[in-house]
């Protein structure tokens, strides 16, 4: 069973700036809970492996000619074979056109664009503009189109739509509408426009019942296209850019209607069977942030298995004497230092005064950590046919690290989805010294690891064995290109480590020891080792999951849903550096302890095996697999700074989803292999040629792609 959790978004050539950071926003609003929201470029698309892992294929609004430029031939091909084996893709304006058998744009034009398509999901021709006046740059063209929504069509719960009325107000600007050929039976209208469409062959002929957005059945696969851009909230939308007598008042009937617009959004993916967030068409849900990312908080520093007085002082000073600017002192009377970092000014403040009392006020944290209001952009950027890959650069954005003793923790009101407390109980329970010996954790952070790996001032001051947690990323990290998905629930970490340059124990084994210690730190408690839970090569937690037996299908969708197979549920990401003879290790973990989306959890899996066995095997906590974890590496890492990683070998394999699996590798001809093994050494995956079984093969963790589900091996392209 392979749970496809990737919303692929083009960004390549001739996507529109602002369609490309809109549709971001508003995928994430309604996907980030589940799905990973990837920019993809044409390189990627023609170079990755990427058909196994996508849920959905998002092409933005833009120039369509571009499109056909960079995606003409091979990928096109892929991304069409895609959907035909059950895949979906959603067009929106410009990929509308681009989804369809030919395009029609601004005929007899000076930016007339007429010809054929190759993904042609619709068979019939996309004609636009659908009203006239467009213009690549300004606002001109643009309206609050009146459309009918053809709600029975979706086949969604009518819950979804409330009591909306079918006649919607929604963003237009430059669309097309959809004119299917007669023997056409797969294509089915969702919404039409209004009767003041006119055909731009002939402006003066009205164009009645106008397809403003259809839904194609291609193969297993469907293709939503649209001529809108129900993804366009009115928050995002400069009121002065719309000064022709049709779109002066854009902007306040796209207020009124954009609950009805979150919900016609939310009816095209709920649609291709895409698991949406029920926040997401609340409509006490502020339209006004439609961003959904969640504020920043400060990030608490607390020694926890460190101990001698002169060892925590050592590192209090150092981090105190390092923040030598000033700080804004006249907030809410805080009396700060700023740490000028590489990548952020960290705001150093102590958690208590004299008399015990908490001297983090809200004041002065929302001060602080103001997120940057999302400005409407100018018409002036509208014209953006470069690759609009480049996001917005919040690296500037300040922090505040709060530095604590164990009597002035932030109580559970302000760190409710962890405990710093328990945390600290657990980890000294759990008998380790170095790993672990700091505690830091933040409620929002942007990235537990770019916050370590790119400051490196703070980075040389924190003690060995340091770790930074935090409840939600804004932007988590995956290995390569990968975006790390970081729901509530999901434990997720980074941990500091400064390693010497030994022979025998070398430095690449190190992630494979990390995630050998969180498999073990699990399954290693009395009466747990019976959960289904294996590595998979290099560094990644699965876990088998029967969706067919569970007691609901969350973790997959209903075309993956219906049987067992492995699901990720964790993985690593190692950054490193070399200095002095010493590398320094920075892994970040994440596991999904409580979250059952967007695959399954460790407590889902121990609820289902305590009902298989009638057992009673309590939860795991967020607290106590972090003590667990981080204790466990200390425990393999002794052994292994001493003998190196050939004992325990014999343990990976235990753990392991590999042994005598038969992989294709694509870079040898796609010859067949059997898995014979791991070179405790150099850390490569060893294979035997099934046709010359005297060849072996060594694969490089971090030069090769595995693909398990297909058994299929390729060299990574950055």
Known sequence: ?????????????????????????????????????????????????????????????????????????????????????????????????????????????????IGSRELAFFSGSCIGTAYPGYDYKSETGARAAEVTVDQSAFNVSQKLWKSDPSHVRIYYNGGGYFVPEESDTNVTVLVRYAPDVTNPHNR???????????????????????????EYAWSFLAPSSFVEPHNRQTVSLLRSHDAYRRRLFGAMLGHMKIDIDPDALDDSVDSGN??????????????ARATGVAAVATTMYSLNGAATAKGNVSVAGVSDAILQDTIQDIHIINAATANGERRVPYEYQSTILQPAEIMPMSPSDRDDSVNANSNKDESREDAILVICTHESLPSTKETPRFDMKLAIKYMQEAKAHTMGSWLMYSEVTGSTQTFLEKNLRLQSLLPNGT????????????????????????????MLLRHPNLKQAP???????????????????????????????????????????????????????????????????????????????????????????????????????????GSALAPMTMEKTLALVTSKFEELYRQFLVHGFEPLLKLYYRNWLHTDQVVTLADKGFEKARVIGLCPNEGLLLVRSLLNPKVVYGLQPDGNSFDMMQGLISTKTN
Not at 30 to 48: G, K, N
Not at 204 to 225: E, N, Y
Not at 549 to 567: F, I, L, M, Q, R
Request: with cysteine; glycine share 12%.
């Open 1 to 113: 069973m392979v749970v496809p959790l990737n919303v692929l978004v083009y960004s390549g050539p001739g996507v529109s700036s602002n369609s490309q950071t809109f549709l971001m926003r508003t995928l994430r609003q309604f996907l980030s809970h589940r799905y990973a929201i990837i920019p993809v470029d044409q390189t990627m698309l023609r170079t990755q492996p990427w058909e196994t892992k996508a849920a959905l294929f998002v092409m933005p609004g833009g120039r369509d000619l571009p499109y056909t430029v960079e995606l003409n031939g091979d990928i096109n091909r892929r991304i069409r074979q895609w959907v035909q084996n059950g895949g979906r893709y959603l067009g929106l304006c410009a990929g509308g056109y681009y989804g369809s058998g030919r395009c029609e744009f601004e005929p007899g034009t000076p930016i007339e664009i």
């Open 204 to 230: 003066s002929q009205k164009v009645a019942d106008a397809a403003a957005a259809i839904s194609c059945k291609v193969g297993r696969g469907v293709a939503v296209l649209t001529g809108l851009h129900p």
């Open 290 to 303: 439609q961003s959904r990312i969640p504020v920043r908080t400060p990030t608490f520093i607390v020694p």
């Open 467 to 494: 770790v930074n947690v935090a409840a939600v990323q804004v932007s988590g990290r995956g290995r390569g290109r990968n975006v790390w998905i970081s729901p509530v629930g999901c434990l997720q970490f980074s």
């Open 507 to 613: 430095v690449v084994m190190l992630q494979y020891l990390f995630s050998l210690a969180a498999m073990e730190a699990i399954k290693g408690q009395p009466g747990y080792g019976g959960l289904p839970l294996r590595l998979k090569w290099p560094n990644d937690v699965y876990a088998l999951y029967d969706s067919s037996s569970s007691s609901d299908t969350s973790g997959a969708s209903s075309d993956e849903a219906g049987g067992p197979g492995y699901v990720k549920i964790g993985g690593l990401l190692v950054g490193s550096s070399y200095k002095a003879s010493e590398f320094m290790l920075l892994f970040g973990f994440g596991i999904s302890v409580a979250n059952p989306l967007p695959t399954t959890s460790v407590n889902k899996l121990i609820r289902e095996y305590n009902l298989r066995h």
